[in-house]
T-cell receptor, first 111, second 115 residues
């Protein structure tokens, strides 16, 4: 089955700096890679996703890159703000099937 | 739309008691997922339904856990008997298979504490 590894587990950045979170996956048939943000006590919320036929996708300060050959995808947050502080999860799946999640990255943005 | 609805939001019970968690998916969604979140194991799938039919229950820990989806708008996850190690946040999520959107929408979760 699919296995998703996520690094780092914790990340602290100064406000305004960039943050990068990396994930690897094992199943070459996976074709959907979402990123979720979870604030304390809240549900995971989708912030951006990418499919295997696309190498990069950007939405304002957030971007995701995918390297299918290396089975590697990354989340990039630029100009970080205190409200970006949360736990971020990457995930992988084959289309509309159950997601396999990474273990999460706790991002702290220091004002 | 109200989004995915789960009840109860919090449940505290004693070991050995039966616990039933409930989920109402987004109207029109035909895939439903139950996930469990713990500090140790993170977010993991318990069971997945498509068109009310269980497709993958490989994540269900043991026979103490059971799930049903009697119709397109309701699902239950039952634990009987409950044990302290079942303490976790249980999320229900739904999506619409057959479209080009794979996004899964999560409910607010049920925080279960078994003492």
């Amino acid at each position: 089955g699919e296995n998703v590894e996520q690094h780092p587990s914790t990340l602290s950045v100064q406000e305004g700096d960039s943050a990068v979170i990396k994930c690897t996956y094992s199943d070459s048939a996976s074709n959907y890679f979402p990123w979720y943000k979870q604030e304390l006590g809240k549900r995971p919320q989708l912030i951006i996703d990418i499919r295997s036929n696309v190498g990069e996708k950007k939405d304002q300060r957030i971007a995701v890159t995918l390297n299918k050959t290396a089975k590697h995808f990354s989340l990039h947050i630029t100009e970080t703000q205190p409200e970006d502080s949360a736990v971020y999860f990457c995930a992988a799946s084959r289309g509309n099937t159950p997601l396999v999640f990474g273990k999460g990255t706790r991002l702290s943005v220091i004002a | 739309d109200a989004g995915v609805i789960q009840s109860p939001r919090h449940e505290v019970t004693e070991m050995g008691q039966e616990v039933t968690l409930r989920c109402k998916p987004i109207s029109g969604h035909n895939s439903l997922f139950w996930y469990r979140q713990t500090m140790m194991r993170g977010l993991e799938l318990l069971i997945y339904f498509n068109n009310n039919v269980p497709i993958d229950d490989s994540g269900m820990p043991e026979d103490r856990f059971s799930a049903k989806m009697p119709n397109a708008s309701f699902s239950t996850l039952k634990i009987q008997p409950s044990e302290p190690r079942d303490s976790a946040v249980y999320f229900c999520a739904s999506s619409h298979s057959g479209t080009h959107s794979y996004e899964q929408y999560f409910g607010p979760g049920t925080r279960l504490t078994v003492t």
